[in-house]
């Protein structure tokens, strides 16, 4: 029977292994929630079941659905992809799932990070998360796998991103912000990142793609390609409020060096054109106190960034955008090998995120 453990996984020799790196299966958690999916997340779990189809290809799949949704999911998914009930508040595994971490003699274990959908009563985007806080412990016994809980420290895992060498990313938006940590300095928590993930060093942007409703997580901006060589959005218009944002996190990473004393290589990727929420898509979410509005005209916080890097594959969000192929043929080109996925993924940028956010990898 799987453990909570009263150690730290640094004290323990595990590290949080790079996305990049080969992984045992991939976690979903099936859209529903109609205050926040359209049309009672029917037009999402479409666009969720391509997810799971693509990312199946590569890795074994697993989804987890609400009781009422199982039967829907079970028909729609492809037999590949194991279903599970496991209930939930929302859809969005990368936040409130399990961070794995490894050992160097291969053992996998899980950390349980604090969950507060956001921001808890400060800036949360609902309440209660309740269900989402059980998830990541759900997920390590399902794995068969000891655990630690980060009790008093709140993380989701979009707020991160790391070489796998001693390095993490995030942003002074989101990793600062009043809903999460208040009490804790930045010093405060470079500790908790390097007790939990084995990181040495924490590369600080500033803030995340404009408008992101998550305080600017750090994986709609950046991600590692491997060590030493990063993704960054990117737009040239300097009438987009995005130009000033990325051209900040620029000089960052520009400035920075690694854990390994490396400076990176960063590559430009070109955001799409803003995308704006039509009057059907804002008509189609539920207008419930205490969540966010969709209100027609506004503009999505829509990257590329926000792929998933599955065992020889990319699963990257397109928008039917001209920037789309320029995307495509960027990924190809820098992680040379693996199968760019794209999948058309406005159905899961109106609940707030992309692909990225809604997946979570289980290393090997
Ligand atoms: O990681 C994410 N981008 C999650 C977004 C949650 C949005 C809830 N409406």
Redesign the pocket.
Known sequence: MPKRLNTTPRGDGYRMPGEFEPHRGCYLIWPQRPD?WRDGGKPAQHTFVKVAEAISRFEPVTMLVNEDQYDNARGLLPARVRVLECSSN?S?V??CGATFVVNDAGDLRAVDWEFNA?GGLVDG?YFPWDKDDQIARKMSELEDVDSWRADGFVL?G?SIHVDGEGTLITTEECLLSPGRNPGLSRADIEAKLGEYLGVEKVIWLKNGIYLD??NG?VD?ICNFVRPGEVLLAWTDDESDPQHAISAENLAILEAARDARGRKLTVHKLYTPAPILISQAESEGVDAVDGT?PRVEGDRLAASYVNFYTANDAIVLPVFDDPHDADAIALLESVFEGREVVPVFAREILL???NVH?ITQQVPV
Do not use: A, I, Q, S
Request: proline share 0%; hydrophobic share 20%; with cysteine.
């Open positions: 926040n929302d969005w990368r936040d956001w985007l989701e979009g409703e998550t997580h709609n966010l609940g707030g995120g956010c």
